[in-house]
């Protein structure tokens, strides 16, 4: 079999071939991902389902110039493939590689940049409103797929893209999952509609195909005066060819509803568990075999793990308490609180808006939510934080994953800005344990001891760092709004909060052992809000040189609240900040990207030395 992929440099290329040659093409493209992902690591199931889709679409519309926007972004590696980008594929997510996501400083093709979910069809709308104006002909096309539009952005996009006559064409990639199944009514609607199609996919055609127009029954899109065409087979190059030529003969808004299988045409992954093969890190491709699950029995557990056993323990001895994430059980581990009380746990669907709100209604109520949410997707909830959860004064425990730097995923998914943008929030506790046991015993202190209002607990991405630790019972009383010394010192003293107090105790021991004697002190502040002023004020009555250490952003977090803490005071001394600096960080590892922002043990011991 004759190579084309290799031969294809941009989809004026593709356009050349025969369509008949379009399934070699899509073969091709479906073994390139698999064979980059099982050494890179990324979003497999996803773009392994879409290679038919993005080949049709790239062939009949005249792309960059006719706009398209993928939504999610983890769907389009093919896109990547075909858009120029083949020969860089081996370089996605590693530093100065290609982005795992859409992004528009890295191709033309890439029509808006997309890492969170549910903004294509709000973001088609706009450019096709801006070529109304202008009287720009090109057309306008938003494939959104996972499960994204269960979301509330997408049909509020929905509701102004209704209520227009532009040329806008919604490809609804339906494969009944996000990273976990879908849930919701809208969800069990299109799996109805699916299921028809499954049962007679001739009569479905046919009725697809019928002149001068299909008789539809009513349904939510075309209720919002949205045309609804389909459901049609994604996996069938020759009808999604067919179905795109007829689109661009109709003009207004329309949506073409197609059915795809996650993992498609990789056997691990298309009969396997498809949140497993979502994102399966590295593997054999010949074998399917994930390569990282050997000998992770002996290694600390992730974080996200200490807190859904944590979670359970506590639910079982408190039936108050409930469980809350927007589409993310697997990725949270509230997968251990499902499996053991599904009735108090709640998968509410890509909605982080609503799952904020949904966690204020139990807490109104009576009850105590847990609502565990990626930094990232918090900031999406962030005016439901305020108006219903702080302003109402609701004990709301928030347990944020996956915050400070995050790795490969990159700047769409940095958890690095929700200290500074939680710290201004009146009410609101904020804490962040610097170890496995210590998330433990905040999730039981706040629980089972007096505190009235919400609370953050945050917590980084991957393993901790303790082989032994005891997730049935708090082991130690935390004081609330308090910090500790770890480690005495003279002259300097370092303030960390979180998990880089592991950084800052190793760059002291090398000190240490490099013989230094005048070693700087270390403190953990722990809370952020309230902050320890008694520490605070030992520290500034101590020491002529303050080092604050945080995995957020420098402007706006710890180290802010430091420094106002010594102008209100008084204070006049050195004060040096050390986090995340004021640019995007973009993807590499975690522990690049900790040496890139000089949070890393090596940078810190070169600061102290």
Request: negative net charge.
């Amino acid at each position: 079999m004759s190579d084309i992929l290799n031969q294809i440099k941009s989809p004026a290329d593709l356009r050349l071939l025969d369509k008949n040659e379009l399934g070699q093409v899509v073969r091709e493209m479906r073994n390139r991902i698999i064979e980059v992902v099982s050494k890179a690591g990324g979003h497999l199931g996803a773009s392994l389902g879409t290679v038919e889709l993005t080949a049709a679409l790239h062939y009949c519309y005249q792309t960059p110039d006719d706009q398209l926007i993928w939504d999610v972004g983890h769907q389009a590696y093919g896109h990547k493939i075909i858009t120029g980008r083949n020969t860089a594929f081996e370089t996605l997510r590693k530093n100065d590689g290609l982005s795992g996501f859409p992004k528009v400083e890295e191709s033309l093709f890439d029509a808006f940049g997309t890492g969170h979910s549910s903004t294509s069809i709000s973001a088609i709308l706009g450019m096709a409103a801006d070529a109304e104006n202008r009287n720009i002909k090109r057309k306008h096309i938003a494939v959104i797929g996972d499960a994204a539009m269960q979301a509330g952005m997408a049909f509020e996009a929905l509701n102004h893209l209704g209520d227009t006559d532009y040329d806008v064409l919604v490809v609804l990639n339906d494969n009944c999952m996000s990273i976990d199944p879908s849930v919701g009514a809208l969800n069990a609607f299109l799996q109805k509609s699916a299921a028809g199609f499954k049962e007679n996919p001739t009569a479905s055609m046919n009725q697809f195909w019928s002149e001068p127009e299909p008789r539809r029954p009513s349904n939510i899109f075309e209720d919002l005066g949205i045309r609804y065409f389909g459901p049609i087979d994604g996996h069938d190059v020759q009808t999604l060819l067919a179905a795109f030529e007829k689109m661009k003969a109709i003009r207004g808004p329309k949506l073409l509803h197609v059915l795809t299988v996650k993992g498609r045409g990789y056997e691990p992954a298309e009969s396997g568990n498809p949140t497993k093969w979502h994102a399966p890190g590295l593997f054999n491709p010949q074998t399917g075999k994930v390569l990282k699950d050997a000998g992770n029995s002996d290694k600390p557990d992730k974080f996200q793990d200490v807190f859904g056993k944590t979670l359970v323990s506590i639910a079982t001895k408190h039936r108050n308490v409930y469980g809350v994430t927007p589409a993310m059980p697997t990725g949270s581990s509230l997968t251990y609180m499902m499996e053991k009380f599904p009735e108090r746990t709640f998968d509410v669907g890509i909605a982080e808006q609503h799952a904020v709100t949904f966690s204020a209604g139990i807490a109104k109520s009576g009850g105590l939510p847990f609502c565990v949410i990626y930094s990232t997707f918090l900031q999406r909830g962030y005016d439901q934080l305020i108006h219903d959860v702080v302003v109402q004064k609701l004990k709301v425990i928030f347990c944020i994953d996956r915050a400070g730097l995050v790795g490969e995923d990159g700047g769409t998914h940095q958890g690095v800005y929700d200290m500074a943008y939680l710290r201004p929030l009146p009410g609101l506790m904020i804490v962040a344990p610097r170890n496995e046991q210590e998330l433990v015993d905040i999730m039981y202190r706040v629980v089972e001891h007096d505190v009235s209002g919400p609370v953050a607990i945050r917590y980084p991405r991957g393993r901790g760092f303790m082989k032994k630790y005891d997730y049935s019972r708090a082991s130690r009383k935390i004081e609330l709004g308090k910090g500790e010394r770890i480690s005495a010192g003279r002259g300097t003293a370092i303030l960390s909060i979180g998990t880089v107090a592991t950084a800052v105790q190793e760059a002291i021991i090398k000190l240490k052992e490099e013989g230094e004697t005048n070693l700087p002190a270390h403190y953990d502040l722990r809370f952020l809000k309230p902050l320890d002023e008694g520490l605070l004020h030992e520290v500034f009555e101590s020491y002529h040189r303050i080092i604050t250490v945080e995995d957020g952003t420098a402007i706006g977090g710890p180290g802010s609240a430091v420094c106002e803490f010594a102008a209100q005071n008084g204070y006049q001394k050195q004060i040096v900040v050390r986090g995340v600096p004021d640019e995007l960080i973009e993807h590499s590892t975690q522990s690049q990207q900790h040496a890139q922002c000089g949070l890393d043990a090596q940078s810190l011991y070169e600061l102290l030395k």
